[in-house]
Every structure is written in C-alpha cells, then in structure tokens.
C-alpha cells in the first residue's frame, strides 16, 4: 500500500535525461503495463510506437518543440507515441449514445501505466501533449487518418530528487456526500 503511494510521489515530469540508453526490456515492461490498463468495453483502442534508436530520437524531438515548448526533449534517448485505435463498436456506440469521449480517457489511463512502470524502473518520464502531429506522423509513417494524442520522453534522469508536487488541496477537488 505505501509503496504504491510511494511510487506515485517519486513520478515526476523529467526534463533533464542522460544520453544512457534505455534497455529494450524495460521499455516492454511499460508497455505490458499499457496493456494491463482498464478501458472502456475493454476496447484496448491504443497502438504504442517506441522510438528508442539514437538516430530517429532527436527527429522526434524536433516535432515535439517549437520555440518556447519541449526544448529538453533533444537530450531524450527514447520516446513512445501514444496513437487513438478505433476501439471496439460497442464502446464506440456507448461513446455516441452517451456523448462521452471514453478513448481518450483510455490512452490517459494507459499512458500513466507507463509512467508509473517507468518510475518503478528508475526511468524518469515526462507526458507530452504539445507536438506536431503531421510531421510526428510523416516521420514515423503513421496513418493521415490517425490521432497521436500523447507522446511519453523515457530516459534515465540527470537527478533522482523528488520535487514538492504542486496540487489542489483535497478539500479544493473534492465533495464528499456521506
Ligand atoms: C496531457 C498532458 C500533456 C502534457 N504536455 C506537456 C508538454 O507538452 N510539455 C511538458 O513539458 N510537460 C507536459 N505535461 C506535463 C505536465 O506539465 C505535468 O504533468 C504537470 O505540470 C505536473 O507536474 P509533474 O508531472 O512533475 O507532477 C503534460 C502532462 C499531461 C498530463
């Protein structure tokens, strides 16, 4: 039970990795932690791409920074792009029926899946949300018709220290009906 709490205060956006390579294995862990993740009708509706390849990372890395944003990203040894699969009918109609958008709620659980079994391997990570999906797709041959909705930076971190989190209180974010 700590260990579980322990884990989620030790994952941390990383933005400063060493140039270490990351060992296959342990990127496997995190994907076979994905696929472990709930999702709606179990519809599993993700494909992962790992880019763990010293030539093709700093390519990735150009599409996920602009002038301002994701600039740490050309130090990054490793990626894996998170892409939307259509999922299955029956949580595609409840999506219709029900006006809720339950693929992406998937990929988040999924994606902090791989976060969590990345920290758990000493790898730091950092979620990525500001890319640029048509180059990302062009470089990696994805589909036009495809979403890449994240893309997690995996590497091994300059430092372990643990930053305070920042967040809302308890009280600010919940409502308790007892
Ligand atoms: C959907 C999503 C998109 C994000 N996009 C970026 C990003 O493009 N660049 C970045 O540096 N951090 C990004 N982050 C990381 C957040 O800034 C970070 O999780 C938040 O500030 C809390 O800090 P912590 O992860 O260190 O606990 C993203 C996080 C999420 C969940």
Request: some cysteine.
């Given at each position: 039970m700590e260990?579980?709490f322990?884990l989620?205060?030790?994952?941390q956006?990383?933005?400063?990795?060493?140039s270490?390579?990351?060992?296959?294995?342990?990127?496997?862990?995190?994907?076979?932690?994905?696929?472990?993740?709930?999702s709606?009708?179990?519809?599993q509706?993700?494909?992962?791409?790992?880019?763990?390849?010293?030539e093709?990372?700093?390519?990735?890395?150009?599409?996920l920074?602009?002038?301002?944003?994701n600039?740490?990203t050309?130090?990054?040894?490793?990626?894996?792009?998170?892409?939307?699969?259509?999922?299955?009918?029956?949580?595609?109609?409840?999506?219709l029926m029900?006006?809720q958008?339950?693929r992406?709620v998937?990929l988040?659980?999924a994606t902090?899946?791989?976060?969590?079994?990345?920290?758990?391997q000493n790898?730091g990570?950092?979620?990525?949300?500001?890319?640029?999906?048509k180059?990302?797709?062009?470089?990696?041959?994805?589909?036009?018709?495809?979403r890449?909705r994240?893309?997690?930076?995996?590497?091994?971190?300059?430092?372990?220290?643990?930053?305070?989190?920042?967040?809302?209180s308890i009280?600010e974010?919940?409502?308790?009906?007892e």
């Amino acid at each position: 039970m700590e260990e579980f709490f322990e884990l989620i205060n030790k994952r941390q956006s990383c933005r400063k990795y060493l140039s270490k390579l990351v060992e296959k294995e342990k990127l496997v862990k995190c994907i076979d932690a994905a696929r472990m993740a709930p999702s709606a009708c179990n519809s599993q509706p993700w494909h992962f791409v790992v880019v763990n390849n010293s030539e093709l990372a700093p390519k990735v890395a150009e599409c996920l920074q602009d002038k301002i944003m994701n600039k740490f990203t050309s130090e990054c040894p490793a990626f894996i792009i998170v892409i939307e699969e259509s999922g299955n009918l029956t949580s595609r109609a409840g999506a219709l029926m029900k006006q809720q958008d339950y693929r992406s709620v998937d990929l988040g659980i999924a994606t902090e899946h791989i976060c969590l079994a990345a920290t758990e391997q000493n790898l730091g990570t950092c979620i990525l949300g500001w890319f640029n999906e048509k180059e990302l797709k062009k470089l990696l041959n994805i589909s036009k018709l495809k979403r890449i909705r994240l893309v997690v930076a995996i590497g091994y971190p300059e430092n372990y220290d643990i930053r305070k989190k920042v967040r809302k209180s308890i009280d600010e974010i919940s409502t308790f009906i007892e």
